[in-house]
Nanobody, 112 residues
Framework: QVQLVESGGGSVQPGESLRLSCVVSGVFFAVNTMGWYRQAPGNQREWIAGIDARGTTNYADSVKGRFSISRDNAKNTVYLQMNSLKPEDTAVYYC??????WGQGTQVTVSA
């Protein structure tokens, strides 16, 4: 059974940082692409960052330069370091394994 469990969300002020984690079980983690997505109220879910098996990363323009995705294959975990957070980053954040399996999401709220 495939499981993805996100953690690390919370409420912060603009300019602060958060680090999200996603632990994956039930699949061969190391050989597949992992991604982070987010969905704000009233909006569609959007892709924001991805990392492939070799560690190559890609980012949406909206987070480039502020967010950083990484993975630890020994821990079956993918991370999203979020710096310089803005109110428009407020959303539920999801991790995805091979764009097929999804976590339950973790809420990130950025407000003064």
């Amino acid at each position: 059974q495939v499981q993805l469990v996100e953690s690390g969300g919370g409420s912060v002020q603009p300019g602060e940082s958060l680090r999200l984690s996603c632990v994956v079980s039930g699949v061969f983690f190391a050989v597949n692409t992992m991604g982070w997505y987010r969905q704000a109220p009233g909006n569609q879910r959007e892709w924001i960052a991805g990392i492939d098996a070799r560690g190559t990363t890609n980012y949406a323009d909206s987070v480039k330069g502020r967010f950083s995705i990484s993975r630890d294959n020994a821990k079956n975990t993918v991370y999203l370091q979020m710096n310089s957070l803005k109110p428009e980053d407020t959303a539920v954040y999801y991790c995805a394994f091979a764009a097929t399996y999804w976590g339950q999401g973790t809420q990130v709220t950025v407000s003064a």
